[in-house]
């Protein structure tokens, strides 16, 4: 009796063995086709370190650096944005010597505002507003006459905007000039936004400040609009400017398109007009603002 239970006994563990075989080899096979045909997860894209902010103009503290927002752009594109325009003819002349395409941002109420933006355009480069707005430490950094401010009622707001967009009716789009503060300011920030979307003018968010909501809010709102990636002459020694040059032509090798800021400084003229070799052995196309706004 004893060994007839035995046996019994033998023959059901064998069975579980059997069981538990063939179910753990259905699991494995499940989980092989499902791994297989699972869809691929997306890269996570890595902080990238920001070059400090330019000399002699407000830009992001070197403290406070943040990863401006990589477009998905088509194309190894490099966008070069020459800043704080107006104020003397020599630079912008020579630049547009330079034989390649430049996105000259303007500034209004200065000597040579409306002359300038006309010649610009003529020559079949690019004119941008550069639009001055309230920094955050204003004694430290004056944005200049006509600047708008977050205590100014939207009305005003509207009305500098059209009474600066009058001075050079050529401009394609706008980038703010200083406005750590302003563009902190969401609701300030739309008014401005708006405003420019009715004239079917484009934004570049300059980021001086890393707290600006102006990419978020001009991409919410449906607005063209992209984001400043390199300052280039933060410090303004030629070999720093040659290095952040090699740098944002890097950038657009790897990422596709690249927003870099200038300023009509003797070093960054001088560094521009050497450009065009290192942008053709990169395989880069230097191209306008307008061409990298999405």
């Given at each position: 009796?004893?060994?007839k239970s035995?046996r019994?006994?033998?023959?059901i563990i064998g069975?579980?063995?059997?069981?538990a075989?063939?179910?753990a080899?259905?699991?494995?096979?499940?989980?092989?086709i499902?791994?297989?045909?699972?869809p691929?997860?997306?890269p996570?894209l890595a902080?990238r370190?920001?070059?400090?902010?330019?000399?002699?103009?407000?830009?992001a503290?070197?403290?406070?650096k943040?990863?401006?927002p990589?477009?998905e752009?088509?194309?190894?594109q490099?966008?070069i944005?020459?800043?704080?325009?107006?104020?003397?003819?020599?630079p912008v002349?020579?630049l547009?010597?330079a034989?390649i395409?430049?996105t000259?941002?303007v500034?209004?109420?200065?000597?040579h505002?409306k002359?300038?933006a006309?010649r610009?355009?003529?020559?079949?480069?690019?004119v941008m507003l550069h639009?001055?707005m309230?920094?955050?430490?204003e004694?430290?950094?004056d944005p200049?006459?006509g600047a708008?401010?977050?205590?100014?009622p939207?009305q005003?707001i509207r009305?500098?905007?059209?009474h600066d967009?009058?001075?050079?009716p050529?401009?394609?789009?706008v980038?703010n000039?200083?406005?750590?503060l302003f563009?902190?300011?969401?609701?300030?920030?739309?008014?401005v936004?708006?405003e420019?979307?009715?004239?079917g003018l484009?934004f570049i968010?300059?980021?001086t400040?890393p707290?600006s909501v102006?990419?978020?809010?001009?991409?919410?709102?449906?607005?063209?609009t992209?984001?400043r990636?390199?300052?280039?002459?933060d410090?303004?020694?030629g070999?720093?400017i040659?290095?952040n040059?090699?740098?944002?032509?890097?950038?657009?090798?790897k990422?596709g398109?690249?927003?870099?800021?200038?300023?009509?400084h003797p070093?960054?003229?001088?560094a521009i007009?050497k450009l065009k070799d290192?942008?053709?052995?990169?395989?880069v196309?230097p191209?306008f603002a307008?061409?990298v706004v999405?």
């Amino acid at each position: 009796m004893k060994k007839k239970s035995a046996r019994a006994f033998s023959r059901i563990i064998g069975v579980v063995a059997l069981l538990a075989v063939f179910f753990a080899a259905g699991y494995f096979s499940a989980r092989f086709i499902a791994h297989r045909h699972a869809p691929p997860t997306e890269p996570v894209l890595a902080a990238r370190q920001q070059p400090q902010g330019n000399a002699g103009s407000e830009t992001a503290s070197p403290s406070r650096k943040m990863s401006p927002p990589v477009p998905e752009l088509p194309g190894r594109q490099l966008a070069i944005i020459i800043d704080d325009i107006g104020i003397r003819r020599e630079p912008v002349e020579r630049l547009l010597a330079a034989g390649i395409p430049l996105t000259f941002s303007v500034m209004p109420d200065q000597p040579h505002t409306k002359d300038l933006a006309a010649r610009i355009a003529a020559t079949g480069q690019e004119v941008m507003l550069h639009l001055p707005m309230e920094p955050e430490n204003e004694r430290m950094n004056d944005p200049g006459t006509g600047a708008l401010l977050v205590t100014q009622p939207d009305q005003d707001i509207r009305a500098i905007i059209a009474h600066d967009v009058e001075q050079m009716p050529q401009a394609k789009g706008v980038n703010n000039h200083m406005g750590s503060l302003f563009t902190q300011n969401e609701r300030k920030m739309e008014v401005v936004l708006a405003e420019l979307k009715r004239r079917g003018l484009f934004f570049i968010d300059s980021l001086t400040s890393p707290a600006s909501v102006g990419f978020a809010v001009a991409r919410r709102m449906g607005l063209k609009t992209a984001a400043r990636r390199i300052f280039l002459d933060d410090d303004n020694n030629g070999d720093a400017i040659a290095r952040n040059l090699r740098l944002a032509i890097e950038l657009a090798a790897k990422e596709g398109s690249v927003v870099a800021i200038g300023h009509p400084h003797p070093a960054t003229v001088a560094a521009i007009e050497k450009l065009k070799d290192d942008l053709v052995k990169a395989g880069v196309k230097p191209v306008f603002a307008s061409q990298v706004v999405r």
